[in-house]
Structure formats: structure tokens, C-alpha cells
T-cell receptor, first 112, second 112 residues
């Protein structure tokens, strides 16, 4: 089955630690995105990528980093510089045409 | 700056009621408006609207876009408890990248 897989579903991190969230898609999509969702808020764009080895900052990129070494994979690292990392993180992908984006099941990150 | 405003933020209805959710937007070079349903985790795609006045329909759900007044509505008739979810509206501009800008969502609770 084609889709987007995010792992892990739940993640706990101590303050000061970096953590990497995984996102893999087998939809052959060129574009991939990372969004953050906080309670009572919509989805805010962190980073996006249109092709391999290229990515751009979204609206709230500070404290995050990404890589796009393969078309299928777009991991997100939450660094210790992110002041308020506890949130629900969603990865998505789409074609480069005017089509919908497909979402993974999300990773809930909690800083303890 | 692109902006999406959804209303109401939340509402509670009884099973069998009809509800209308609203989405207004400001976006540079509008390309499309999308509706998603988010129950627990991954938002699932409902509709994509690109042209004014053309209703999209899927079962009890329907949506229409007014590009002149910059808004869209999502109607749900004969609501069921399974319709309880957060409904997200997003717009896509044509600024060189297909970035989706999301509203805060409308939380719908359908009581039995």
C-alpha cells in the first residue's frame, strides 16, 4: 500500500537533547513537508523540499533542521535550540502539480 | 502574508442536524482551497476547490468556493457521531511553491 510512514508515534526527550523524527513515503512524490500542530492551532510549516538535496525554511524553522538525501525520505531533527518543542509533528507529501497533500500519522513529541 | 480564518472555532450539534463550516482566506495568486478532516492524527483529504460556484459533493458532505468574496463553506447534512472531528481549511497560492497555509480548524462534536 502506498502512503507516508512516520516514526515513532510517541517520543519523549529530555531538555537539551536533539531528536530526529522519521518520515518515509512510497508515493513517488517530489515534494515533502513538515508541519507542527499545537493545541487549538492550525498546522504551521517548518520545512519543505521540492527535490532531493534541496529544502527551504517554512514559517517556523528556527530550532529545526532537515535533510533530503533520498526522494522517499525527509527526516526532521528537533534541536536543543527549539525553545518549545512539545507538539504534534506531521509530515506530508504531494506531487508538484496542483493536487492535495497526503499526511502521515504524526509523531507526538514531549519534552520532559 | 497568506491567511486563512475558519469559523466557528468549535460547535456542538445533535445527530441528524445540518452544519455549515466557514473558511475565509487571503492568498497571493490563489490556486486552490482544500478541506481536510482530522480525527485523531493524520488529516484526511475531503475536497479541493479551484473554481467558483462549482459544488463538490461526497455523500453527505459538500463544499463550494466563492473566489470573488474569498471564502468557502463545508456543509454536512444528517450529521452522525462519526463526523466528530476537526475540519481544516487550507489554501494554496502560486508563489513558486505549493505551500499549503492552514486555518486553525473547526472542532465539530456530534452528540447522539
Amino acid at each position: 500500500d502506498g502512503g507516508i510512514t512516520q516514526s515513532p508515534k510517541y517520543l519523549f526527550r529530555k531538555e537539551g537533547q536533539n531528536v530526529t523524527l522519521s518520515c518515509e513515503q512510497n508515493l513517488n512524490h517530489d515534494a515533502m513537508y513538515w508541519y507542527r500542530q499545537d493545541p487549538g492551532q492550525g498546522l504551521r510549516l517548518i520545512y519543505y523540499s521540492q527535490i532531493v538535496n534541496d529544502f527551504q525554511k517554512g514559517d517556523i524553522a528556527e530550532g529545526y533542521s532537515v535533510s533530503r538525501e533520498k526522494k522517499e525520505s525527509f527526516p526532521l531533527t528537533v534541536t536543543s535550540a527549539q525553545k518549545n518543542p512539545t507538539a504534534f509533528y506531521l509530515c506530508a507529501s504531494s506531487t508538484m502539480m496542483n493536487t492535495e497533500a497526503f499526511f502521515g500519522q504524526g509523531t507526538r513529541l514531549t519534552v520532559v | 502574508e497568506d491567511k486563512v480564518v475558519q469559523s466557528p472555532l468549535s460547535l456542538v450539534v445533535h445527530e441528524g442536524d445540518t452544519v455549515t463550516l466557514n473558511c475565509s482566506y487571503e492568498v497571493t495568486n490563489f490556486r486552490s482551497l482544500l478541506w481536510y478532516k482530522q480525527e485523531k492524527k493524520a488529516p484526511t483529504f475531503l475536497f479541493m476547490l479551484t473554481s467558483s460556484g462549482i459544488e463538490k459533493k461526497s455523500g453527505r458532505l459538500s463544499s463550494i468556493l466563492d473566489k470573488k468574496e474569498l471564502f468557502s463553506i463545508l456543509n454536512i447534512t444528517a450529521t452522525q457521531t462519526g463526523d466528530s472531528a476537526v475540519y481544516l481549511c487550507a489554501v494554496k497560492g502560486n508563489t513558486g511553491f505549493q505551500k499549503l497555509v492552514f486555518g486553525t480548524g473547526t472542532r465539530l462534536l456530534v452528540s447522539p
